[in-house]
Every structure is written in C-alpha cells, then in structure tokens.
C-alpha cells in the first residue's frame, strides 16, 4: 500500500508502510550503517508478532483505508504540536540508579482511591466506529480486563449505556460543549444515570483544529473524494470488520441532530459548528456543580489555568493539547507538567497525554509529577489492527515496557519515581 505520511510524526523512522513502495527511509536508526538491511515494522496479521506499538501501527496502516489512516494520525496545521508531543518525551535522558534490589517491582497506582495495576489509562477518542464495528465497548471490554479506565468521548459511535454495560468497567465520560445548554445537560444527566465514574469536559475543541492532510482526502466537506472512495474499496477486510452493521452513526449525539443531518460526515460536521464558543469558567463551573462524582478538565496547558481548575473544585486536570489535532505550536502536555504540579501540589490529580507510545514514555511523564497518563492513538493502533485482542496486546506492550523498564532504571516502583531519574 502506498501511504507516504510525513516525517514528523514518526520516531525519526518510518515504517515500510509510511516510506511507500520503495521502502526508503527518510531517516536511519543508529544501528544501521551503509548498506545495511533496511529494517520494517512487523504489519503482517499475527499478533504475537507485534513486538511494539509501532508494530500495532504498521499493521493498523495496512489494514486501514488511507482516509482512516489519515483521521487516525493527523495533527493540525503544521504538524507541529504533533511533533512537540514525540520530541518534549525525547528531550528528557534517563539517569538510572544502580545496584537496587528490583528483583520486584510495581507498577501499580492509586487514582481518584481507587488502586489499578497500570499507571495508565485509555483517553477519549471520537469516531472509533471507523476502524472497527462497536469500537467503543471493544476498548471498553480490554480496559476492563486490564483494570484500567476508559473514556467515552461524546462522538463516540456506541451508545452510553452500552459502554456502560461491560462489567467491571471504569467508566469515564467525556463532554464536548455543543448547542443549547440542555444538550449537555442531557447528556451529564444519562452519564449520572449510567454510573460513570468521572465527568471529562474537554474545553480544547470549540473550534475544530484543521486537519489539512485528511481534508485533501474530502471532494466536498462531508463527501469523501473519489479517490478516496476507490482507495477504501480496496480494503475489504476493513469494510468486513468495520461497515457490517452499516455507517457508524453518532450514537450519543444523533437525537440532538436536525432529522436531515444525521448521516455520519453530515452528523459529524452539524456537530463542530454547533460547537459554543461561549464555553468559559462559569458554564465550567456550572456543570462542575451539576455533576456529583469526579470531575476532570481536559486541555489545560497553561498552568494558570491549571492552578484555576482547583477553584471551580476540579478534581483533576488532563494536560493535553489533543494530540496534537487542535491548535498547532503548542507546548506538548510534558513541557508544562512540573510547573503545573508545582502550582497546585496534591491538590489536583494530573494525568498527562499526548504523544505516549512507549513504557518509557509512562515512566517520564512519572517521574515529571503526572499521576497517570492517557494513550490514545496506541490502543487505537491495536483496535484498527486487531480489534479487541489488538487493544490487549497494545496494554501488555506497555505493561511489559514498564516492568522491565522499571528494572532497568533501578527503580522498584512507579511510586519511587522522581525527577532526579531524569535530566535533559
Ligand atoms: C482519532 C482521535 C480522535 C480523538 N477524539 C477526541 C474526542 O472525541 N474527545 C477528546 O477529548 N479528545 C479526543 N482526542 C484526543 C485524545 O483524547 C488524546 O488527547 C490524544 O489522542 C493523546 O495523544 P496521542 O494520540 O498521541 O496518545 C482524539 C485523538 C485522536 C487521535
């Protein structure tokens, strides 16, 4: 399959899918010298194989429509928040003790009081249902099964109470401002009625980031190009375990919807222009009071800001700029963690994304003050590539990367961690 993606938003490499037909890579990893064997990510369908998200990435490419391929990874603009979030991670070198018993060690946390055995948790994403029929509950089903929360964002493609239903599940729900002010109230009030856990307003996206590359794949807004449409027919296996029940539909948002706008782009794009631009600290305030459990920001990156969600009565924050998808040149999550922390000590939990791929990337964000950190994009690697079982093997890549990471930074605990394992 041919899909060039630009550079930045690979790890200085790129994966035979990315490079095109002619496997050329645009960088070299250390390891290879002059001629030597070019080296691909593992895309084909064994999911044992898969030794690394990028893995999960290759195969999720290849099995992906290239409009999909294009929702999935594109960042605003220039790209270059996308890329901050990649590069804040690798700005930060560990400085690993030595001679520590870590003959165990322990990745467990405690958040909102509540224990779970990874330091992670799944961030809200929107459209699922375009890489896999029931995307959501299949997210929700391997969270489960791994102890961690799920966040269901509003413009997810499975109901609420569907979500809601798979036991044993941390249930977040996350609130996009939109329309008259009994929408959202609508929807606080079925989050309340279907046990969620925690209310996540994000407050980063009343305006929708434009997302140039996967533009160009639209003839019209909302009509995919013929181009597009011809590419997606070549995709059978994604069209068999995505469209059988028919085009995904905005589960949650469809009856707030005029009755002739409820297709799924026109549905979609109604949605971002109804967006309120009037969204402020008080309607924030105001759904705070509403809502009787946990409440979460999500988008925070001033600290400022950060510092005025313990006002209102937050109990966290997420800092985040959305993956990289709304206002380009920002700051990545990572590059304001410390001085966040700083601002409000244990007052706020912080639960930090952007850009994590790799169990190091859960331990630096750590050891930098962030009580958890979200993946989006990696476990949805795995759902594109392999469902339900590909999620899993996206969790226990990060759960394998930490444990041994952990080892080798002489660390026994993710509670050990500290900015003194770091230094830039
Ligand atoms: C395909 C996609 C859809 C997203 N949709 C939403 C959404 O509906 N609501 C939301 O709050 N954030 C959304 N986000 C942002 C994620 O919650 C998260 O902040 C981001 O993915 C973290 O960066 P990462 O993908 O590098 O891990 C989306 C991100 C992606 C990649």
Request: hydrophobic fraction near 45%; proline fraction near 5%; charge should be neutral.
């Amino acid at each position: 399959m041919r899909f060039p993606l630009r550079s930045s938003v690979s790890r200085g490499y790129t994966t035979p899918v990315e490079a095109g037909s002619t496997g050329a890579k645009l960088d070299r990893t250390p390891a290879e010298k002059g001629r030597s064997p070019p080296r691909r990510f593992y895309a084909g369908p064994s999911l044992e194989r898969a030794r690394t998200i990028d893995d999960l990435r290759a195969m999720a490419h290849r099995r992906l429509p290239a409009f999909a391929v294009e929702y999935l990874e594109g960042g605003a603009e220039e790209e270059a928040t996308l890329a901050r979030n990649l590069a804040a991670f690798a700005s930060y070198r560990f400085l690993p003790r030595a001679l520590v018993d870590v003959s165990s060690r322990d990745q467990s946390i405690s958040l909102f009081d509540r224990a779970m055995p990874l330091p992670f948790a799944i961030a809200p994403t929107g459209l699922n249902g375009l890489f896999r029929n029931k995307a959501d509950v299949l997210l929700a089903r391997a969270a489960a099964e791994a102890g961690i929360p799920f966040i269901q964002s509003t413009m997810s493609n499975d109901r609420m109470e569907d979500v809601a239903a798979v036991p044993n599940l941390r249930h977040w729900w996350q609130l996009y401002v939109f329309g008259e002010r009994s929408i959202r109230d609508t929807l606080v009030a079925r989050a309340e009625r279907a046990h969620c856990e925690a209310l996540v307003l994000t407050i980063d996206a009343q305006f929708y980031g434009d997302r140039e590359w996967e533009q160009r794949r639209f003839a019209h807004p909302g009509r995919l190009s013929l181009g597009s449409i011809l590419e997606a027919a070549l995709h059978p296996l994604w069209a068999a375990t995505t469209l059988s029940g028919g085009m995904p539909s905005f589960a949650n948002a469809l009856d707030f919807l005029p009755k002739d706008r409820r297709g799924f782009f026109e549905s979609a794009f109604w949605i971002r222009a109804n967006m309120d631009h009037a969204l402020d600290w008080d309607e924030a305030a105001r759904l705070r009071d509403l809502w009787p459990r946990m409440f979460l920001i999500k988008g925070l990156l001033n600290p400022d800001d950060v510092q005025r969600a313990v006002s209102i009565g937050a109990d966290g924050v997420i800092l985040s700029n959305h993956g990289g998808r709304q206002l380009d040149w920002t700051v990545a999550a990572l590059d304001v963690l410390q001085e966040a922390r700083r601002r409000v000590g244990a007052r706020l939990t912080l639960i930090v994304d952007g850009g994590v791929r790799r169990g190091t990337d859960v331990l630096k964000a750590l050891a930098l003050g962030a009580d958890a950190a979200l993946v989006g994009r990696a476990t949805l690697y795995g759902l594109a590539a392999a469902g339900q079982n590909g999620v899993t093997r996206a969790i226990d890549i990060f759960r394998e990367e930490i444990d041994r990471d952990l080892g080798l930074l002489g660390a026994r605990s993710v509670k050990d961690l500290g900015p003194d394992f770091l230094t830039r």
